[in-house]
């Protein structure tokens, strides 16, 4: 499979969860202001919305919309999603709020030039990320176990950081575990991204030898 994406954007909790799901995928980086991908192809071609994430299976079918990909994905590696009778139903749940709620409040930082705007958008976007502190169980979102909706929430706290929106420190330690994981890091470094732990956990090269 392939999944089209923008280093940092939404897309990057398909590519954690791909590597938590242990599924082997090509990457074709898309230039979402031009829309022309890293090999020269016309992205509105491929994908007439024009958005990332689309993974394209082997069998050439294309699923675009993130909540459909990281359900996906979830369906191939069951260990991803929660578990239980409700399981599929409060993933769902999760998935769509993180992205309807959540992402969505984030389009005046990203786009507007108007700073009242922004500073409106981040006490929202604050707000949110404050209801979902109190749903941080244990380690993550349902538990001791990660699934494909703790690596959405986490691209939405690395936006989050990255525009100074206020943050619980339960978040914050939230963030913290999950960017210690290996797919995290991975991933991170595949997108050429800096890595997210705070710098007291990197091993620096001289400390270390
Ligand atoms: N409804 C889409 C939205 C995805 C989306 O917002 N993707 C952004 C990157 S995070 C994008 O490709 N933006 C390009 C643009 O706005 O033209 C989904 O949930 O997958």
């Known amino acids: 499979m392939k999944l089209y994406y923008a280093p940092g954007a939404c897309s990057l909790s398909g590519r954690i969860s791909l590597h938590e799901a242990g599924l082997d995928a090509d990457f074709e980086r898309v230039d979402i202001k031009t829309k022309i991908t890293e090999r020269g192809y016309d992205y509105t071609a491929i994908n007439p919305k024009g958005y990332v994430p689309m993974l394209v299976l082997d069998d050439g079918n294309a699923v675009t919309e993130n909540i459909a990909v990281l359900t996906l994905i979830a369906d191939r590696a069951p ?51 404050d209801l979902i502190s109190d749903h941080i169980n244990e380690l993550y979102l349902f ?41 995290v890091r991975r991933a991170l470094a595949e997108e050429g991204l800096p890595d997210a732990r705070p710098a007291s956990q990197i091993a620096s090269p001289e400390l270390s030898s």
Do not use: N, Q
Not at 88 to 95: G, W
């Open 79 to 129: 260990d991803l999603e929660p578990g239980g009778p409700l399981g599929r139903t409060r993933l769902i749940e999760m998935l769509s709020w993180i992205s309807t709620e959540l992402h969505v409040a984030f389009t005046p930082l990203w786009s507007s030039d108007d700073e009242a705007e922004k500073a409106r958008a981040a006490e929202t976007i604050a707000k949110r990320l």
């Open 143 to 183: 538990g001791p176990r990660f699934t494909v909706a703790d690596a959405y929430l986490f691209v939405m706290l690395r936006w989050a950081r990255a525009f100074g929106v206020r943050m619980s420190p339960d978040l914050v330690g939230y963030f913290e575990r999950v960017a210690e994981r290996e797919t």
